[in-house]
């Protein structure tokens, strides 16, 4: 297989049709050929109800005029309608065409669009100590989806996953830990599947409580958060088995998750530790940074606040502390000065929208941020619960995000048990991760990221609908089509004539390019989720109206053709939206 590029037979048409308005009218070179599918041909081009205007001319004798000037090519037939609609049918040997090249090549016959493009892309960042909750799953799995979307499309991703391992409960819990020494925390000293980091967040809480009720302790923890600022090494060493305990417990659910982080990935607050300094010099120096009351702020110039006043950010606190907004701004200028990064990527809560707005308008201020360099926040709604407010467990606290797996794994196993009741036990359980989990993925991936959702879990394990299960079953029904049939190498006949169920299938498959490449610009996992919810429906529609087994040659290796091509598509689609595709369910 080699690995050339396919162009869609859309974009094939889109020039032929640029190409023909320049003949007819070269006063319009360049317009947008406004070409889209279309129920009526292949291909519809609206472009003269949007171009007539501009040269005085009517839609239908403008569209007339193009029609008459398209010269073949990709086009084989071309019909006027309406007011000036063209309908553009392609010829059934090249659509024949597309199909066998997509097959002959390693990627699909898929661009490399951000090729060259070197993005950081921050995600996932859960909190030191604390057990990561249904909060962080919306940020982790976008994320990853994007990682794998646009690592595919050529561009060099640096995953970053910013921890929060740096501030004042640190002394607070180091303190409480120092003076209750028998209190257990380390993974080896726990036992009834209590996690480490479950129980260092029931120790910060009780030090929470200490602190707020004994000023003595207060003061002994406010003492140990300067040790720890100031690199004392008891302090530190501490510090470091936290740290330590807590990524343990976040690698177990990326792992489950099957996300791509991995411990090189993590870059705590604690690193820009040292670059918070130089980072504020620089804004000092530049006159953007200036004193406010005792603390050092920077006065946004885009965006005032409820009295008129412009909205601050602050870059250091009245007692020297410093808080997110400054590490921010040290983040952007190490990802810009040392990571050379052109593209910086922050996938966080849409509630987060005006502070990376004052942060990266600062960061312009600051020349950090150029015309060659772009920041963009990726935000995303809320998980909701059945009963449309933000998801809690019945007890009104945060669900675990491992108990939610956990959850979503049993209810699959029960569903793919009742389908499939001759399972083997080992086998069963298997699926039933990769359903369970490539659920819950697929429910987040499949809402539009902006918008929140509703985390049903009945609805996601369900084998019919838009939901990943449905997708896992798609494509192993067509692995099972392709075994019986010997998983042959097929060969295509473009001579023989297309069904409209084929034809609709050949040409979903033909967009999957323009839609990954959507992906990337748009940075919107569910148009991916939808391209293949509507390939395999197709892919349904095809199989119920075409036989494909009992088809006679060359037909039959034609439609294997397509179904290899389909399972090609649905396996690596649910890839980059990080789902397994199950040979078998």
């Known amino acids: 297989m080699n690995s050339h590029v396919v162009l869609p037979l859309l974009g094939q048409v889109a020039d032929a049709v640029s190409e023909a308005i320049e003949r ?126 646009l690592g595919f499309l050529g561009a060099e991703v640096i995953r970053q996953n910013h921890l929060g391992d740096w501030g004042t409960q640190f002394g607070m819990l180091i303190q409480y830990l120092d003076e209750h020494p028998e209190t257990a925390w380390h993974h080896d000293e726990l036992s009834g599947g209590t996690s480490a980091v479950s129980a260092l967040d029931e120790l910060y809480k009780a030090a929470r409580k200490e602190f707020d009720a004994d000023p003595a302790f207060a003061e002994r923890a406010r003492a140990r958060v300067v040790a720890l600022q100031s690199g004392d090494p008891a302090t530190l060493a501490k510090w470091k088995e936290i740290v330590a305990e807590s990524e343990r417990a976040f690698r177990d659910i990326y792992d489950r998750l099957g996300v791509l982080l991995t411990p090189e990935d993590s870059v705590g ?177 499949s809402t539009s990221r902006v918008k929140d959702y509703t985390f049903d879990l009945d609805r996601m394990v369900s084998f019919t609908g838009n939901t990943g299960v449905y997708l896992q079953y798609a494509h192993a029904r067509i692995r099972s089509i392709l075994r019986n049939a010997g998983d042959p190498e097929s060969e295509i006949d473009p001579s023989i004539p297309l069904e409209p169920a084929e034809r609709a299938l050949a040409l979903e498959l033909d967009a999957y390019g323009t839609t990954l490449a959507e992906v990337g610009e748009a940075l919107e996992p569910h148009r991916l989720c939808g391209y293949l919810y509507d390939l395999a429906r197709d892919f349904t529609t095809f199989y119920e109206a075409c036989p494909v087994l009992k088809a006679e040659e060359p037909v039959r290796g034609n439609r294997l053709a397509l179904c290899g091509l389909t399972a090609r598509t649905l396996k690596h689609g649910l890839g980059l939206l990080g789902i397994a595709a199950p040979e078998r369910m």
């Open 24 to 149: 007819a009218r070269p006063e319009l070179a360049g317009s947008d050929p406004v070409v889209r599918r279309s129920e009526h041909a292949d291909f519809q081009s609206n472009a003269a109800l949007a171009l007539a205007k501009r040269v005085g001319a009517k839609p239908r004798e403008l569209a007339t005029q193009v029609a008459e000037a398209l010269d073949g090519g990709p086009i084989g037939a071309v019909e006027l309608s309406g007011p000036g609609f063209l309908n553009l049918t392609v010829p059934d040997r090249a659509v024949w065409g597309q199909v066998s090249a997509r097959l002959a090549s390693s990627r699909l016959g898929v661009d490399s669009p951000e090729e060259g493009r070197r993005t950081v892309l921050d995600y996932s960042a859960p909190n030191i100590a604390k057990e990561m909750h249904v909060g962080h799953l919306r940020t982790t799995i976008i994320g990853d989806s994007l990682a794998r979307v």
């Open 269 to 445: 607050e604690s690193f820009y530790n040292s670059l918070l300094g130089d980072t504020i010099t620089e804004l000092v120096d530049a006159g953007i940074a200036v004193e406010s009351d005792g603390a050092l702020v920077v006065f946004s110039e885009e965006v005032t606040g409820t009295e008129g006043n412009p909205v601050p950010l602050m870059v250091r606190k009245r007692d020297g502390g410093y808080g997110y907004d400054t590490t921010d701004l040290a983040t952007i200028r190490y990802r810009i000065h040392d990571l050379k990064a052109n593209r910086l990527l922050y996938v966080t809560d849409s509630r987060q929208a005006l502070h990376f707005r004052l942060i990266f308008e600062a960061a312009r201020r600051a020349g950090w941020l150029t015309d060659t360099v772009a920041a963009e926040h990726v935000p995303f709604g809320t998980v909701l619960g059945p009963d449309g407010r933000p998801f809690k467990t019945r007890a009104g606290g945060t669900v675990r995000l491992m108990d939610l797996l956990d959850d979503a794994v049993a209810r699959a196993r029960a569903v793919v048990a009742e389908k499939n009741p001759g399972l083997d036990p080992v086998e069963l359980d298997r699926i039933a991760e990769q359903a369970g989990i490539g659920a819950v993925k697929y429910a987040d991936l």
